[in-house]
């Protein structure tokens, strides 16, 4: 039994519970406050995790990948503007999320802030829905992610060999899918170091390949002028308006930012977590909000005549873009394409680190079917083994979808925004009520649990005071239920089975299965986070 009887009466007073001064190192002292007890090895500094942040975000490559969409509901104005909306939005957030994240580092993120936060008649369903949203949002990006590499790996073999078009079929791509995924779990699962050491190689690597394809852009294309790229909007979805176009076009821009709470869930493996987190998340939001910028008003530059780009790449056609601004240099649009799928590939191991973490907390706290396997730690690598198996798993069984339309497996896509940006919102919402009635206090250095489920709420050393926090998390909620209203619609008006946006259905069939197996079976079993130490 992780919680004693007497543990259990102690809460339900509402009164502070002392806790026992065992801990080897401040990080585990905060973690126990929280009442868990430490099992992961805290492999990453500052430096490793703002990689693991930088990669998973992968904005300036993500613009990229995620061009498309906005180029048919906005145009390139409609992008540029669509992208600092998204920025400041995303910038707003994350601050709020690293407010959370530094009153509780723990790799439960968004449902432990959940239930230590709701009011004490909601927070065990509240908690329970907000996980499984999580989870369903970080699998969703996972699958995206080895999606999106796959194919954009076929992009690449139609880039060389143009020929490919005539033979190339969408089980291709799926293949090519299960090789990234798979070659992703073996770097999460060889040694509990090589993740560390992976992401701190990549950021060197997502600096200097910015650069490695933004200059040729820059130097050697031939450019169009500001009015192309400043005030040209298009609205290719035959919507009723230019602004109605410009919100469904703007979801590019959101995929293209998302992701970047992968540090909060590997929170547990981060020293110094109260203050790395937030600093790490804030720093690479800005750091990849600006590469992103510079990048997308590089390539709009650079367009040309996209009717022929899309023509020679119709799923990619940034790497036609490529192609004519090296002087049709098949050669050198190659090498600079490899660089995005190379870092789409890294965001991919970070996103199946991520999602496996938030597996192994929700089973720790007895959320999931299988938790007594879910929950448990290698002891040569201290990494949750078969939660890594269980995500990798299920990603591969997601992409058997595109076997037989890629279309269908775009709510897959879809469904990663609509699921995290649904936990953010709960979080956020609540967070707001409780600054607004005085619910969390100032911290204090000592050994007394808090900042879990019927206890007193403290703040972490990272936080905005005053009124400016409130008035960051009013904006943040606003900003939240915009994007998950627009995440949900398809980018023509005219819908048909081809363009329907299937994440609206994936997003209900996740809510029911989780609510019915919550009636049927979890209620008895889940309680919240679990206090594994106590007095």
């Known amino acids: 039994m992780e919680t004693n009887l007497e543990l259990k009466d102690v809460l339900h007073t509402g009164l502070p519970v002392p806790i ?18 430490p099992v992961l090895k805290r492999n990453f500094g500052f430096m490793t995790i ?27 104005s409609g992008i540029i503007y669509g992208f600092l909306v998204v920025w400041i939005g995303t910038l707003s957030v994350f601050a709020t999320i690293s407010e959370l994240a530094s009153m509780a580092p723990t790799s439960g993120g968004q449902y432990h802030w959940i239930s230590m936060l709701a009011p004490p008649s909601s927070r065990k ?18 699958a995206s992610g080895g999606f999106v590499t796959g194919t954009m790996i076929q992009g690449l073999i139609l880039l060389t060999h143009p020929d490919y078009a005539n033979v190339m079929k969408n089980w291709h791509g799926t293949l090519l899918f299960w090789a990234v ?8 699962t060889a040694m509990g170091s090589l993740l560390a050491r992976f992401e701190g190689f990549v950021l060197i690597l997502h600096l200097v390949g910015f650069f490695a394809v933004l200059l040729p852009l820059v130097l050697l294309s031939e450019h169009g002028t500001a009015t192309d790229v400043f005030d040209t909007f298009l609205n290719l979805g035959d919507w009723q308006t230019q602004g109605l176009s410009f919100c469904i076009g703007i979801v590019g821009s959101i995929f293209a930012f998302l992701g970047g709470d992968g540090a909060i869930h590997m929170s547990e493996e981060i020293r110094n977590a109260a203050i ?38 119709p799923q990619y056609p940034f790497m036609a873009i490529f192609r ?36 192994w907390a929700f089973a720790r706290d007895r959320g999931l079917p299988g938790w007594k396997v879910l929950r ?43 699921g995290l940006f649904g936990s953010y919102l709960i979080a956020a919402s609540l967070l707001l009520y409780r600054r ?100």
């Open 376 to 418: 448990k730690i290698s002891p040569r690598t201290s990494i949750p083994r078969y939660s890594v198996l269980t995500s990798t798993i299920i990603a591969i069984i997601l992409s058997l979808v595109n076997f037989g339309d890629s279309t269908a497996f775009n709510g897959v896509i879809s469904i990663s925004i609509a």
């Open 324 to 359: 004519r601004a090296v002087g049709g240099s098949t050669t050198g649009a190659a090498v600079m394409a490899a660089i995005v799928i190379f870092m789409s590939f890294s965001a991919t191991t970070g996103c199946l680190a991520s999602t496996s973490r938030i597996y």
């Open 436 to 535: 607004l009635t005085g619910g969390i206090y100032s911290p204090k250095n000592d050994d007394i649990l808090t900042n879990t489920m019927d206890t007193h709420l403290t703040w972490g050393p990272w936080h905005l005071p005053g009124a400016f926090g409130i008035a960051n998390n009013v904006f943040s909620c606003v900003y939240l239920l915009f994007a998950f209203f627009f995440s949900f619609w398809p980018p023509y008006r005219e819908v048909t089975p081809q363009n329907f946006n299937w994440a609206v259905v994936v997003f209900g069939a996740v809510v029911s299965f989780s609510m019915l197996y919550y009636v049927a079976w979890a209620r008895r079993f889940y309680s919240g986070p679990v206090v594994e130490i106590g007095s």
């Open 181 to 188: 995924v798979l070659l992703s779990y073996v770097i999460n």
């Open 276 to 313: 790395v987190v937030p600093r790490s998340l804030m720093t690479g939001l800005v750091v990849n909000g600006i590469l992103g910028f510079a990048m997308l008003i590089a390539t709009l530059y650079s367009i040309g005549d996209i009717d022929a780009a899309l023509a020679e790449n």
């Open 125 to 142: 369903f509240l908690g329970y829905i907000a996980g499984w949203l999580t989870i369903t949002g970080w699998q969703a990006l996972l």
């Open 20 to 37: 026992v001064s065992i801990h080897s190192s401040p990080d585990d002292a905060t973690l126990a406050r929280l009442g868990k007890k």
């Open 50 to 76: 703002l990689g693991f942040s930088c990669t998973v975000l992968i904005t300036w490559e993500g613009s990229l990948i995620t061009f498309l969409s906005g180029l048919q509901n906005g145009g390139p």
